[in-house]
């Protein structure tokens, strides 16, 4: 089956700057890649997400590569913001559409 | 996206008793799963539930400890039976799809605490 690893487990960044999240996957014929931020006491929330034909998306300051070549994918928070501190979880997916996901990583933003 | 409430949002319960956990869609979705969130840890699917068909549960749960039901395409339950305090954890339900948009929406959580 899928096995998703996700780096680093703990990450803090200061206001404004940027943050990258890094994951690995197995399965080759995984093809969806989303990524959540949960927040204390909150199920997780979907922040962006990516197809195996894309290599990059956007969305404001949120941003998604994938190299399918290399089987990785990572998150980038540009402009951080103190509302950005949460844990945040990769995920993976092929045919059998079941989420596989990372070990989260938390995400601290220093004001 | 589909909007997903589950109740009860969390519970301390006796060991040895059971709660039923639901969770109810605004739109109808084919594939709903259930998913254990550990202390500080991630999510690990228990098990994909559609409608009209017997749950298939993941490696490690079984349906005597985690029966679940999906009567209708916008509701499931999830109970867990005979607890004891290592099945304190997060449980979350999640569907695929639903308001016309692809992707996976997760509910609330309830947060079970077995004492």
């Known amino acids: 089956g899928e096995n998703v690893e996700q780096h680093p487990s703990t990450l803090s960044v200061q206001e404004g700057d940027s943050a990258v999240i890094k994951c690995t996957y197995s399965?080759?014929?995984?093809?969806?890649f989303p990524w959540y931020k949960q927040e204390l006491g909150k199920g997780p929330q979907l922040i962006i997400d990516?197809?195996?034909?894309?290599g990059e998306k956007k969305d404001q300051r949120i941003a998604v590569t994938l190299n399918k070549t290399a089987k990785h994918f990572s998150l980038h928070i540009t402009e951080t913001q103190p509302e950005d501190s949460a844990v945040y979880f990769c995920?993976?997916?092929?045919?059998?559409?079941?989420?596989?996901f990372g070990t989260g990583t938390r995400l601290t933003i220093i004001p | 996206s589909a909007v997903i409430s589950q109740k009860p949002s969390r519970d301390i319960c006796q060991r040895g008793t059971s709660l039923t956990i639901q969770c109810q869609v605004d739109?109808?979705?084919?594939?709903m799963f259930w998913y254990r969130q550990q202390p500080g840890q991630s999510l690990t699917l228990i098990a994909t539930?559609?409608?009209?068909?017997?749950?298939?549960?993941e490696s490690g749960f079984v349906i005597d400890k985690f029966p679940i039901s999906r009567p209708n395409l916008t509701f499931s339950t999830l109970t867990v039976s005979n607890m004891s305090p290592e099945d304190s954890s997060i449980y979350l339900c999640?569907?695929?799809?639903?308001?016309?948009?692809?992707?996976?929406?997760f509910g609330s959580g309830t947060r079970l605490t077995v004492v």
């Open positions: 999640s569907v695929e799809g639903g308001g016309g948009v692809y992707g996976y929406t």
């Open positions: 399965d080759s014929a995984s093809n969806y």
């Open positions: 990516i197809r195996s034909n894309v």
């Open positions: 995920a993976a997916t092929g045919g059998n559409e079941k989420l596989t």
């Open positions: 739109s109808q979705v084919t594939m």
């Open positions: 539930a559609n409608q009209g068909s017997e749950a298939t549960y």
